[in-house]
């Protein structure tokens, strides 16, 4: 079946660095994808879709210049924190659909911790 | 592993009451959650429901949940053809506060 890898799993760093973190649509072109983000013992908030070609749409209260995404291909987008700070520190989630719109495949997650 | 399943589709008429059902094997599970899908969009919040309560109301939308045959159900009120989406039923594991995730129920409204 169709599979997203989502990469890095983990990734511990210092106060201040950016970190990239890279969704990537293994057998299937993906028209769509979507950036949630898990805060512990919390559910899934959508933080923004982004269109292969054009600028990401982002949901009200994420901050554009804070989480840089960019979807340059059909079968890749970056999510970007830009100076992570210990607030940033998340489970971050990619998932990514084709033109069909369904269905909605989702990549196993990064960890961020930010120390 | 933790398991969360769903059926695939539903269909009823405007109007109706649609209830969408799903089971998991996770009994230690606290939250319990519906998201919705419509077309084109991602994953948006719907509802959810602690372990610790047995039903949740809010507006059109209605949650059970029976811990013993751990089975969650989402009762729609009067459903319109707004209502069209794929629901998603998901379960926080406790040991390590990710999502498991069901395959997801399509909603499909007949006038």
């Known amino acids: 079946g169709a599979v997203v890898s989502q990469h890095p799993s983990r990734v511990i760093c210092k106060s201040g660095t950016s970190v990239k973190i890279e969704c990537r649509s293994l057998?299937?072109?993906?028209?769509?994808m979507f950036w949630y983000r898990q805060f512990p013992k919390q559910s899934l908030m959508l933080m923004a879709t982004s269109n292969e070609g054009s600028k990401a749409t982002y949901e009200q209260g994420v901050e554009k210049d804070k989480f840089l995404i960019n979807h340059a291909s059909l079968t890749l987008s970056t999510l970007t924190v830009t100076s992570a700070h210990p607030e940033d520190s998340s489970f971050y989630i990619c998932?990514?659909?084709?033109?069909?719109?369904?269905?909605?495949?989702f990549g196993d997650g990064t960890r961020l911790s930010i120390l | 592993g933790e398991d969360v399943e769903q059926s695939l589709f539903l269909s009823v008429r405007e109007g109706d009451s649609s209830v969408i059902n799903c089971t998991y094997t996770d009994s230690s599970s606290t939250y319990l959650y519906w998201y919705k899908q419509e077309p084109g969009a991602g994953l948006q919040l719907l509802t959810y429901i602690f372990s610790n309560m047995d039903m949740k109301q809010d507006q059109r939308l209605t949650v059970l949940l029976n811990k013993k045959d751990k089975h969650l159900s989402l009762r729609i009120a009067d459903t319109q053809t707004g209502d069209s989406a794929i629901y998603f039923c998901a379960v926080l594991m406790d040991s390590n506060y990710q999502l498991i995730w069901g395959a997801g129920t399509k909603l499909i409204i007949k006038p």
């Open positions: 998932s990514a659909m084709d033109s069909s719109n369904q269905p909605q495949h």
């Open positions: 057998d299937f072109q993906a028209t769509t």
